[in-house]
């Protein structure tokens, strides 16, 4: 079964600072997502990536997806305090229904 | 267009009790997931259904159980509740399961004392 595993748990960065946030995942996943989760709050859908090589881009997060390193980044560009969130990184097999979610990273931008 | 919501927001109840929560998608997305959210295992899959039918179910005692109605709308059931069933539950509403973009409703938070 697929499993999704994110590093790292927690960082803590300086704003201004460029920093990169990890996604492994075990076996083929057809599509690959990222979402921001604020404390106490729902996830709120941040890219979806469908094929090797994707590349988006909003504000100063960008997602990438390499499949054959079956390995997902999420970029973060100058940190801003805003930023400060749980990410996570989710996902999915054709035919499961389900999305099997990473342990999330919990970001802090310090001022 | 409205998003998914999830009744009620905020439950305490105490261990046996049995609770129902609801939610309501997207309207036209006929895909209704369940998922619980705790510190300790994260986030992890519950069930799905499409259609009133169940298409996938997680790793979960038979004390979850779930259902959608003929308007899409879904609700899920624990029943004799423990300690350990307090966390965040999201339902997540798309139009036909994870092969479409999932979209999260604010979620219910179930405190079991």
């Known amino acids: 079964e697929l499993k999704v595993e994110q590093n790292p748990l927690f960082l803590s960065m300086q704003e201004g600072k460029n920093y990169t946030i990890y996604c492994n995942y075990s076996?083929?996943?057809?599509?690959l997502y990222w979402y921001r989760q604020d404390p106490g709050k729902s996830l709120e859908s941040l890219f979806v990536?469908?094929?090797?090589?994707a590349v988006k881009q909003e504000g100063r997060l960008m997602a990438s997806l390499d499949t054959k390193a079956r390995l997902s980044t999420l970029h973060i560009t100058a940190a801003v305090h805003d930023l400060s969130a749980t990410y996570f990184c989710?996902?999915?097999?054709?035919?499961?229904?389900?999305?099997?979610f990473g342990t999330g990273t919990r970001l802090k931008v310090l001022a | 267009k409205a998003g998914v919501t999830q009744t009620p927001r905020y439950l305490i109840k105490t261990r046996g009790q049995q609770v129902t929560l609801s939610c309501s998608p997207i309207?036209?997305?006929?895909?209704v997931s369940w998922y619980q959210q705790t510190p300790g295992q994260g986030l992890q899959f519950l069930f799905e259904?499409?259609?009133?039918?169940?298409?996938n179910k997680g790793n979960f005692p038979g004390r979850f159980s779930g259902r959608q109605f003929s308007n899409s709308r879904s609700e899920m059931n624990v029943s004799t509740l423990e300690l350990g069933d307090s966390a965040l539950y999201l339902c997540?509403?798309?139009?036909?399961?994870?092969?479409?973009?999932?979209?999260f409703g604010p979620g219910t938070r179930l405190t079991v004392t």
């Open positions: 997540a509403s798309s139009l036909g399961g994870s092969d479409y973009e999932q979209y």
């Open positions: 076996t083929t996943s057809d599509r």
């Open positions: 990536l469908l094929s090797n090589g």
């Open positions: 989710a996902g999915s097999t054709s035919g499961t229904y389900k999305y099997i």
């Open positions: 309207s036209g997305h006929r895909s």
């Open positions: 259904y499409f259609s009133e039918t169940q298409r």
